[in-house]
């Protein structure tokens, strides 16, 4: 599977959309990639869990961790394709915990899952959360980077897609200039 296969799967899906969004980092953008309109179609999903862990296939983990929400269901079916378990990193006061009695131990290898990248900040959170365990982060996969490269990790780290997706601080927001109605979508809590 390529690039061209997975955004091929987020056009198929009606996942791709146009309008004026504020996004869960609190920028703008004319572009919004509605990762749970492919996620509920299990038979567009399964193809892209199981080619991120063809790609991780060698890497030694034993576990997938995933942020909630849409990282529950990717983390879920790349472990299915790997044999291993998943676990999933939930929001607590203070960055994101292990509840459920998920727990990692110290040196255990572990890959990291999530859906689409913008500012990072959902996966930054589940590496914090990994190193406090000190457990071994061997990689980390992605089904789609939309930062345009400003986003980088210190681990093996791949998307199944990149695309050029711009956004603006809300100040500098060309829509909101234009005085185009913003659209909020996602479930995290939306900075003012």
């Known amino acids: 599977m390529n690039q061209e296969d997975v955004l091929q799967l987020f056009k198929q899906s009606n996942a791709l959309l146009s309008g004026h969004f504020k996004l869960s980092s609190g920028r703008h953008s004319d572009i919004y990639y509605e990762k749970f309109t492919l996620?509920?179609?299990?038979?567009?999903?399964?193809?892209?869990c199981e080619e991120m862990a063809r790609r991780f296939s060698?890497?030694?983990a034993v576990t997938v961790v995933g942020p909630t929400t849409g990282g529950i269901i990717i983390a879920y079916d790349v472990a299915r394709y790997m044999g291993i378990e998943a676990i999933y990193a939930e929001p607590g006061d203070q960055g994101r915990v292990f509840k459920r009695g998920f727990s990692l131990d110290r040196g255990q290898k572990?890959?990291?899952v999530d859906d689409v990248l913008t500012t990072g900040r959902s996966v930054f959170e589940v590496i914090d959360l990994v190193k406090r365990y000190?457990?071994?982060?061997v990689g980390i996969g992605l089904m789609l980077d939309r930062s345009n490269g400003t986003v980088v990790f210190e681990?093996?780290?791949?998307?199944?897609?990149?695309?050029?997706?711009?956004s603006w601080a809300p100040d500098e927001c060309p829509l909101c200039a234009q005085g185009i109605e913003i659209t909020q979508r996602g479930?995290?809590?939306?900075r003012s």
């Open 39 to 48: 996620l509920k179609q299990p038979s567009l999903c399964t193809r892209i």
């Open 58 to 60: 060698g890497s030694g």
């Open 110 to 112: 572990i890959v990291i």
């Open 134 to 137: 000190q457990a071994n982060i």
């Open 155 to 166: 681990y093996p780290y791949f998307a199944l897609a990149k695309v050029s997706a711009e």
């Open 187 to 190: 479930s995290r809590k939306f």
